[in-house]
């Protein structure tokens, strides 16, 4: 996991190069790279979609899944992280801690991910791995232990000093650096390593009660009692592991693949996973072990849709076995499917395999209802593991297909991509009757859309970008409504009180009913609540999707004679009306967290730039090489802004945007684009 360009993908292919994975290292730039095998990837030089491979290092088998760096594409992350155990950081060294570098990172602190860092480009002019190695440490508050330092930086750098085994390595150049020689530590960097080497003992004792008696007796740790500790403390969080590197120019990566399989836990090392068994009272919470003999469970967190096998689902196991052709239970869904086939996937290669078991990855065939984020067991241990959260799509435009002929070709595969990914969606506008799709992000639409074009081979044309608004109250209110009508010869009846309130920003919608359950038959309970949440997505005033909302129904009217079901989705559906409206309602814009890293002397230009769009410069962080302005900006303001600031700033500024929250818009809702 990284920013964009720190060199996830080239550090990959090397690790799938060394372990014997690939016999030829493919380069990004060409548009060879293994784990970049969709043809956008190629064309565009970034990984879009997450990649999984399996491969084997010390006799232990490792299951990689590169991620993308760019903030459009966070969710593949967050539902990477979401099952993996570990998790390495690849971080410039020229740049240091970038700003999609944060947001993976606090994804990783939210799923208790451990993690090891790996300072890349150390070849390149301005490289300075002391420099990032406290970058690390201060902007996330973490303990960072260098287990080596670079022998030169930039482009004096030869190799690294390993401080665990205090020797020189260097890589051979010319077997693309699959040799590597190691040597005496040379006398001119014998004090630095000395004194870099007190420092990792004096970090990892000082989390470690029986090293540290060793160190203040004075007496020798051996290396073994050493990667023992930092083991430990590398999975209980307490320090990241830092390694370096030029995953490009071939050096430093097998010590990594080591780290790997030393440092970063397996799957039965790791805190159980949470789940809710469904069947027991009120729903109780209990740990998943990882054991390959305990009931069967696994999570889908990836759904890729492949043109001659249909839907691939990738599986993460926590507990049990499954084995091909076994018939498994969907427990979000409650259905049973049955798994056809069963693969280990290498990027774009299937390898069948018999069965899976826990703490591994596979992708089934054969499962039609599945989803992101369902999970897969038994009818006998229904048990809900934890599902990924994903973010709100921000930004739309408007599809049309170019003939009648291909609207259902165009249905259909928005179908699929919104199938694979949970956070591109799409839907019909009642009143113009186009179709409106929403993403995260401009880039996130081109390549959808570029896709829906290219690979489905469907004929559409595109709208402008148009930003995805919201409906919220801004006070309270309280509201009854009857229903009362006669239709088809029989009276329908019904009757409910609710009262709205506003909650906090980000809080998200709330439904509660105050009523008690035997005053009416549950399907007219269920009735209100799908009334009310279909009520949620309709809007107020604007019909744009209600957030930040509470509806609570404090008294019903029944009738068992003439009340129904439909009769309550109505007399709902109107007294949901009734209160928001008298609630004040606003409409709310989405505003953009926009990070811009340009030189010291464009900042004052790139900072007027993002002033002249109505944004408020929140901060602003010193770099070696750059500046970093942090704002935040109207999301409907920053359209063509990429333009405008490579104009302004000589084409040497770039910035990154990823949506923050929902605020009160400013002025009336005109254009929206």
């Known amino acids: ?37 969709l043809p956008q990837e190629q064309a565009r ?4 979609a997450s990649a999984a491979t399996t491969t084997h290092w010390r006799g232990f088998q490792i299951n990689i899944i590169d991620t993308p760096g760019h903030v459009d594409f966070t969710a593949e992350v967050e539902r990477s992280l ?36 790996f300072m890349n480009k150390m070849d390149r002019v301005g490289a300075d791995f002391f420099s990032s190695l406290n970058d690390v440490s201060e902007k996330f508050g973490v303990e960072c232990v260098a287990l080596q330092i670079p022998i030169g930086q930039g482009s004096d750098f030869e190799g690294v000093i390993d401080l665990l085994d205090m020797k020189e390595i260097r890589w051979n150049a010319e077997d693309e650096g699959e040799t590597f020689v190691t040597s005496d530590i040379a006398v001119q960097r014998a004090s630095e390593a000395a004194s870099w080497r007190a420092k990792l003992v004096d970090n990892v004792a000082s989390h470690d009660d029986a090293l540290a008696e060793l ?15 930092i083991r430990k403390e590398t999975i ?35 805190p159980p996973a949470p789940g809710i068994h469904i069947k027991r009272e009120k729903e109780e919470r209990i740990d998943v072990v990882c054991n390959p003999s305990g009931t069967p469970l696994g999570l889908v967190f990836k759904i890729q849709h492949n043109q001659n096998m249909g839907y691939l689902c990738f599986v993460r196991m926590y507990s049990g076995k499954f084995s091909s052709g076994a018939q498994i239970y969907n427990v979000n869904k409650k259905k049973r499917e049955r798994i056809n086939r069963m693969f280990r996937i290498n990027a774009d290669k299937e390898e069948p395999i018999d069965s899976i078991e ?12 599945a989803q992101t ?52 969606t799409y839907h019909e506008d009642e009143e113009t009757g186009q179709l409106i799709i929403s993403g995260m992000g401009e880039l996130h639409l081109d390549v959808l859309v570029t896709r829906m074009k290219d690979d489905f081979k469907v004929k559409c044309r595109v709208g402008a970008p148009q930003v995805t608004y919201r409906e919220a109250v801004t006070a309270s209110s309280d509201a009854s409504e009857s229903y009362s009508r006669v239709l088809g010869g029989k009276e329908h009846t019904a009757g409910i009180t609710v009262h709205v309130e506003p909650r906090e920003q980000g809080a998200g919608n709330l439904y509660v009913c105050t009523v008690k359950s035997g005053s009416a038959p549950q ?65 709310l814009e989405p505003v953009m967290n926009v990070d811009i890293s340009c030189p010291k002397e464009f900042v004052g230009d790139a900072m007027s730039q993002v002033t002249a769009r109505g944004g408020i410069i929140m901060g602003q962080d010193s770099k070696q090489s750059v500046e970093i302005i942090h704002a935040q900006s109207p999301m409907a303001k920053m359209f063509g802004f990429s333009t405008n600031l490579r104009s302004a700033t000589q084409g040497r500024a770039s910035f990154s945007m990823e949506f923050s929250h929902f605020q009160v818009k400013q002025g009336r809702l005109g254009t929206l684009a």
């Open 1 to 37: 996991m990284a920013h964009i360009d720190a060199g996830k993908t080239t550090t990959t292919e090397r690790i799938l190069y060394y372990t014997k994975k690939i016999h030829k290292i493919g380069e990004i730039d060409d548009g060879q790279a293994t784990m970049d095998f």
């Open 45 to 48: 030089g970034i990984t879009i």
């Open 82 to 117: 979401r099952v993996l155990d570990g998790a390495v950081a690849v971080i410039c060294a020229v740049d240091g801690v970038q700003p999609q570098t944060e947001t993976v990172w606090h994804q990783a602190d939210k799923f208790s991910v451990p993690r090891i860092c």
């Open 215 to 229: 160190y203040l007796e004075g007496k020798e740790i051996s290396v073994a009692q050493l990667k023992d500790a």
């Open 236 to 270: 209980s969080r307490k320090i990241v592991p830092c390694l370096l590197g030029s995953a490009r120019h071939n050096q430093g990566v097998q010590p990594l693949i080591d780290a790997v399989v030393d440092y970063l836990p397996a799957p039965d090392e790791v």
């Open 358 to 369: 826990a703490g591994d990855i596979a992708a089934f065939i054969g499962l039609k209802l």
């Open 373 to 424: 984020g369902d999970t897969l067991g038994s009818e006998g241990m229904p048990v809900l593991l934890e599902q990924v959260q994903f973010p709100e799509p921000v930004i739309s435009v408007a599809l049309e297909p170019e003939s009648l002929a291909e609207r259902d070709k165009m249905n259909e595969t928005l179908e699929i991509l919104s199938h694979e990914d949970p956070t591109f």
């Open 523 to 587: 399907e007219i309970f269920e009735a209100m609540q799908s009334a009310f949440e279909s009520a949620f997505q309709s809007g107020i005033q604007y019909g744009y999707p209600c957030t930040d909302t509470a509806v609570t129904v404090t008294a019903i009217e029944y009738n068992e004679l003439t009340s129904t079901t439909f009769a309550f989705e109505a007399c709902a559906a109107a007294v949901f009306d009734k209160a928001c409206t008298a609630a004040k309602p606003e409409l």
